[in-house]
């Protein structure tokens, strides 16, 4: 008698059924934009859970690990307090349930500012124990060195910058950035900034559509916009917002569904199945065979 144990993985919900698909890379990213110019943009949207991650990566490039998990799917009132544990888990959930696009898993605030050496340790843990290609941080020029120090560490790098919502506190809310003569400046000293300390890519978010076309035609890496321009290399949304999970909707999202009413709809008639006795049927209750 066999004393192997084999779980019967075919009817585990866990258990993905594996895509005939190669993993897109970091370079294959990068190098989307040739000479300045991206003939067809980058898809990108965030997703936080191993299913979710199935049901996007066959029509994504990336998947964002985004720490927008903290509203989304903690509800905290910000990302401020969202873990290096949370994005460890949810990141290796997202790379368990995808096989195409690369993944990329956002940094915590607090886990990556205060050195590169912090950083360094910070991103090597979630790059071991999640699989993902690459992590993002928020800031330009003032993540310069950090972006440098971990891209020559063999760590690849999104930078995110325009509105970075970690800085929630310091810009005041979440307003579109980039609208008076200095803030455009900055955001545009920004973007070369991490470009040319080796960031494979960068999120612009919440700018004015002006300074995203000029942003996107003067660096040589993807710009992946959020509220930015249709003129961006690529594009990211949260995907609960794109899918209408939430009933407010910022200006620059577009609702693709409206998942919200799905799901109270399905809750509501189940509840009344139940209260009734409609639910379960003879077809979903075990009975002996005959
Ligand atoms: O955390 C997140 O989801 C993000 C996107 C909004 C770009 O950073």
Redesign the pocket.
């Known amino acids: 008698m066999s004393t192997t144990f084999t779980i019967d993985t075919a009817t585990s919900r866990a258990t993905p059924t594996p895509a005939p698909m190669k993993r897109l890379t970091v370079p294959a990213i990068q190098n989307h934009k040739v000479d300045g110019q991206t003939r067809e943009p980058l898809v990108?949207l965030?997703a936080y859970t191993a299913r979710q991650a199935q049901l996007l990566d066959p029509h994504c490039d990336m998947l964002?690990v985004?720490?927008?998990?903290g509203q989304?799917i903690y509800g905290l009132p910000s990302?401020l307090a969202v873990t290096l544990d949370m994005m460890c888990a949810h990141g290796a959930a997202v790379v368990r349930g995808s096989y195409h696009s690369v993944v990329v898993v956002?940094m915590p605030f607090g886990t990556y500012e205060a050195s590169p050496a912090q950083a360094f340790a910070s991103a090597s843990r979630i790059l071991a124990e999640t699989g993902a290609a690459a992590v993002?941080l928020?800031g330009g020029q003032a993540m310069a060195e950090t972006i440098s120090f971990l891209s020559q560490r063999g760590i690849p790098v999104m930078a995110?910058i325009g509105l970075t919502?970690q800085a929630v506190n310091a810009l005041g809310g979440y307003g579109a950035r980039g609208k008076s003569e200095a803030e455009h400046a900055k955001i545009l000293a920004d973007a070369q900034a991490v470009t040319n300390a080796g960031a494979f890519a960068l999120?612009l978010?919440g700018v004015m559509e002006d300074l995203a076309d000029i942003i996107t035609d003067s660096v040589t890496i993807p710009v992946?916009g959020?509220g930015a321009s249709a003129r961006c290399d690529g594009q990211?949304?949260?995907t609960e917002d794109m899918l209408g999970m939430f009933e407010r909707t910022p200006r620059f999202v577009k609702r693709f569904d409206n998942i919200a009413e799905m799901i109270g709809n399905a809750a509501q008639r189940y509840a009344a199945d139940v209260r009734s006795r409609a639910f379960p049927t003879p077809d979903q209750v075990y009975r002996p065979k005959k």
Do not use: F, R
Not at 66 to 69: E, V, Y
């Open positions: 990108m965030t964002l985004g720490d927008s998990l989304v990302t956002d993002k928020e995110h919502p999120v978010e992946i959020i990211v949304l949260v």
